[in-house]
Structures are given as structure tokens and as C-alpha cells.
Nanobody, 119 residues
Framework: QVQLLESGGGSVQAGGSLRLSCVASGYPYSRWCMGWFRQAPGKEREGVATVDSNGRTKYADSVKGRFTISKDSAKNSLYLQMNSLKPDDTAMYFC?????????????WGQGTQVTVSS
């Protein structure tokens, strides 16, 4: 059974930083395309950043230069370093795995971790 468990969300002031983590279990995740998505209240879910099995990355225009996606194969973990956070970054952030590059349909999802950025 595939499981994705996110952590690292929280509340921060604008300009601050957070690092999200996602631990995958139940499958050799290194073969997958994995990504971070977010959904704010009243808005559709959107892709934030994704990385494929070769390490190629893709970012949403709104986070380029501020967010960095990375993975640690030894720990079966995916990370999202978020710097220079803005109130518009406030959303529930989800880890996703085994999907269509870059922000297509994904087969596995975590429960999400809340990020709140205050002005």
C-alpha cells in the first residue's frame, strides 16, 4: 500500500521560510514523477513544483526563484523549500506521486499540510 505523509507546514509572516517534507512508503518512489500541489480556499488545486526520476524539475511561474523542490532517494523523501513567502502562498499543500509530467494526473496523494502566510 502506497502512503505519502507530509509535514512541515505552519504559520509564518510574509518574507519567511518553511520547508515541507513528504515521506513515501510502499513503492520504490525513485522511479516516479513526484510533485507538490496546493489548494487555497475557494480556488482550484494547482501544481507548484515537480521532479521526475531523472531529477528534472518544473515550477509554477508564481513560485519560480522562491521555491526549490528536491528529493532524497535514500530516505524516500521529497522536500519543498519555500522562501520569501507571500500571503498568496497560503494554502493546503499536498505531496503527489506517480503522475504525468509535469502537473497532470497523479495516482497517489498525501493528506496535506497547511501553510498560512500572514502580512
Amino acid at each position: 500500500q502506497v502512503q505519502l505523509l507530509e509535514s512541515g507546514g505552519g504559520s509564518v509572516q510574509a518574507g519567511g521560510s518553511l520547508r515541507l517534507s513528504c515521506v513515501a512508503s510502499g513503492y520504490p518512489y525513485s522511479r516516479w514523477c513526484m510533485g507538490w500541489f496546493r489548494q487555497a480556499p475557494g480556488k482550484e488545486r494547482e501544481g507548484v513544483a515537480t521532479v521526475d526520476s531523472n531529477g528534472r524539475t518544473k515550477y509554477a511561474d508564481s513560485v519560480k526563484g522562491r521555491f526549490t523542490i528536491s528529493k532524497d532517494s535514500a530516505k524516500n523523501s521529497l522536500y519543498l523549500q519555500m522562501n520569501s513567502l507571500k500571503p498568496d502562498d497560503t494554502a493546503m499543500y499536498f505531496c503527489a506521486a506517480d503522475g504525468d509530467w509535469p502537473f497532470g494526473e497523479y495516482n497517489y496523494w498525501g493528506q496535506g499540510t497547511q501553510v498560512t502566510v500572514s502580512s
